[in-house]
């Protein structure tokens, strides 16, 4: 069975490097469908970092959600993310199931209206 999911990218340690190699990642697991473009967003939370980077990527698979964001996790510890920072501190990468099948599983989808935007763009 095949499954259509959107992807959450975001990073804001050498951002361009790090989004561009995500998508690379993502390319090489996935049918990768449509790319957004990146986008620059301000820090949630601690503000005293940079700007994050953000992008989403609509991908089919055939693994589980729970496959994929097993997978994802495995995807962020290869690409150096650092799991000690704080919440919402700087991050190399960050991966995340927006949607899932048409459903949104992320509640971060109605809290941040950039995710809106780049979830708009797959349409």
């Known amino acids: 069975m095949s499954n259509e999911a959107i992807i959450a990218l975001g990073s804001n340690i050498d ?16 049918q990768l469908i449509k790319l957004s473009g990146p986008i620059v967003t301000s ?20 693994l589980s959600i729970e496959e994929l964001v097993s997978l994802l996790k495995k995807m962020e510890d290869e690409m150096g993310r650092d799991r000690s920072r704080a919440k919402f501190g700087p991050r190399e990468i960050d991966l995340d199931v927006l949607i899932w099948n048409g459903e949104v599983v992320d509640e971060d989808y109605y809290e941040r209206d950039f995710l809106r935007q780049l979830v708009a763009e797959m349409k």
Do not use: M, S
Not at 15 to 30: D, P, S, V, W
């Open 15 to 30: 951002a361009r490097q790090n989004i561009e190699n995500a998508f690379g990642r993502l390319h090489k697991h996935f």
């Open 43 to 62: 820090p949630i939370g601690i503000t005293d970092q940079p700007d994050f980077l953000n992008a989403v990527a609509l991908i089919e698979t055939a």
